[in-house]
């Protein structure tokens, strides 16, 4: 069972990537709910192989993206990311 939910979520996630690719590389936004224990370290690691730029540069646009600045994140809230995505070659 639990290599099929590690399964699953890689599945799920490389799809995720997938729907966030432009090929014109510009920014797509999603949305993530906090769930316990999440940072914002933390959800930029789960989506940082569909980002272009640097890792600490995602995590500051995380940040300034849903003003943060100063702010503790909270179960439920809701979170923009946003996803630089490489032009496709």
């Known amino acids: 069972m639990k290599h099929f ?14 729907m966030a690719m432009n090929p014109e590389g510009e920014v797509t936004d999603i949305t993530y709910t ?17 980002q272009a730029k640097p890792f600490n540069e995602f995590v500051w646009m995380i940040g300034d993206r849903n003003n943060l ?3 503790y994140i909270r179960p439920g809230d809701q979170l923009i990311i946003p996803l630089w995505t490489r032009a496709k070659r």
């Open 5 to 18: 939910l590690i399964g699953l979520f890689t599945t799920l996630a490389v799809g995720m990537c997938a």
């Open 34 to 50: 906090v769930q316990t224990g999440d940072t914002v370290w933390a959800i930029a690691e789960q989506y940082a192989d569909c």
């Open 69 to 71: 600045a100063g702010k």
